[in-house]
């Protein structure tokens, strides 16, 4: 059971780094570390709104998980359509206040010059892509609930796929250039969101469909707004730690914020690859709670931490054999390869020190234990300001690396210290 939704998910969160690394390929054979940067800053810009926002698909996964485990079809169909109205809603406010996003985002990232203009440009673009995006978070979710791993292969295949090719094409083919790359996602978004939605209401029994009434009821509403309020500010505590991250490695200079740029995509595929157990994790711990079974839950995590810690080695392995080598594909300016190669170590050890952080997410995803989860990250949050602070002092940039490699371990301990505590309660006689 791990592996049927672990194996599709890990090959389907891998095709979302991969577009992040061919969108910083392409603006990197523009010649212009300027637009490698403003790539860099928009990124991080729209991951501080969108991710924040991934509460819509963490809750619904949890949720839809648990009905499931408690044999309830009809409360897992409530729990999509509440989230697919919120994050429809969101994505509408998301444009709108796209300009004084924009503008408090430059301010706080100290961006100025052609790299804030290149941000400016690439942001604008892609918030068109809002109610697609978050509407998306929820079709996930509910797959992801029920367990559906190759239809979520499908669906991020679709999504990242089709803007991969259209980043290249529009980039670099008919010369759209960073403008090509943002309108190459709106459109991926919108295909995704367009099939996903199709493919879930054919799969829907509407013997089971619930009502007007079932789905705005109060009590539930309010049980998924809880939920959705804790890890919406563990998401934005998340973002804002790679926003203060990049906020510091912009004092080095634009050479060592292009560095940056091309490893932290080496993070994002460690992360989104490791993903798959975390998600198989979020899935079955869910049942389990929902049955309240423990003996499932207990041999999900032990399982989804040993494989998740067997992956995290052999792609930190990877990157430090065929880093120097990937760097050389992603910029064709030599100051950039050589400072990048210089804390290519740092980079793929995050793999490694972020991998628990990872799993113990998912388990606490699907337990819906999301006030753990967001005062832990507020706790690990303080620590690597705290540590970014002091070892940038000392060290330069290889210290906010050294502070984000503790950082991510810091999490999946404080994590892991109180889930003995919380299994006991969860599964105490009643």
Not at 198 to 211: E, K, V
Not at 231 to 237: E, L, Q, V
Not at 276 to 305: H, M, N
Request: aromatic content about 12%; overall charge neutral.
């Amino acid at each position: 059971m791990v592996f049927a939704i672990a194996v599709p998910m890990t090959l389907a969160f891998l095709t979302t780094p991969l577009l992040g690394l061919v969108d910083t390929a392409v603006v990197g054979r523009l010649g212009d570390a300027a637009l490698l940067g403003g790539l860099a800053i928009a990124a991080i810009l729209f991951d501080l709104v969108f991710t924040t926002f991934n509460f819509l698909r963490s809750a619904t996964t949890g949720l839809v998980a648990q009905a499931m485990g408690r044999n309830d079809p009809l409360e897992e169909q409530a729990v999509f359509w509440r989230s697919l109205m919120i994050s429809v809603v969101a994505g509408v406010g998301i444009i709108a206040a796209t300009p004084l996003l924009l503008a408090a985002g430059l301010a706080f990232m100290g961006a100025q010059g052609e790299v804030a203009a290149a941000a400016s440009t690439y942001l604008v673009i892609r918030a068109l892509s809002a109610p697609a995006a978050l509407a998306n978070y929820a079709i996930l979710g509910y797959v992801l609930g029920r367990g559906m791993g190759g239809t979520g292969l499908l669906l991020q295949s679709v999504i990242n796929g089709t803007n991969i090719v259209l980043s290249v094409w529009f980039g670099l083919g008919l010369g759209y250039g960073l403008e090509g790359v943002a309108l190459a996602t709106v459109i991926a978004e919108i295909t995704g969101c367009a099939l996903g939605f199709l493919i879930i209401r054919l799969r829907f029994d509407r013997a089971n469909s619930p009502s007007w009434k079932q789905i705005i009821d109060r009590p539930s509403v309010m049980r998924l707004m809880a939920l959705n309020g804790d890890i919406m500010i563990r998401s934005f505590a998340l973002i804002a730690a790679f926003a203060w991250f990049t906020r510091l490695g912009t004092g080095f200079g634009e050479t060592t914020l292009a560095a940056n740029a091309i490893l932290m995509n080496f993070f994002m595929v460690a992360g989104y690859y490791l993903d798959g157990f975390a998600t198989a994790a979020e899935q079955l711990a869910g049942r389990a709670i929902g049955a309240r079974y423990r003996p499932a839950f207990d041999k999900s995590v032990r399982l989804t931490v040993f494989w998740g810690f067997a992956l995290a080695g052999f792609t930190t392995g990877f990157f430090l054999i065929f880093g120097n080598a990937i760097i050389g594909l992603m910029t064709t300016l030599e100051p950039v390869r050589l400072e990048a190669g210089f804390y290519l170590f740092w980079a793929a050890l995050t793999a490694v020190s972020g991998v628990l952080a990872f799993e113990m997410d998912g388990v606490f995803i699907g337990a819906t234990w999301s006030r753990d989860m967001r005062n832990m990250m507020l706790l690990s949050l303080a620590l690597f300001i705290g540590l970014s602070i002091a070892l940038t002092q000392v060290w330069g940039n290889l210290g906010l690396w050294i502070s984000l490699n503790i950082f991510l371990a810091a999490r999946g301990f404080t994590l892991l210290a109180i889930l003995p505590r919380r299994r006991d309660s969860a599964f105490a006689p009643a």
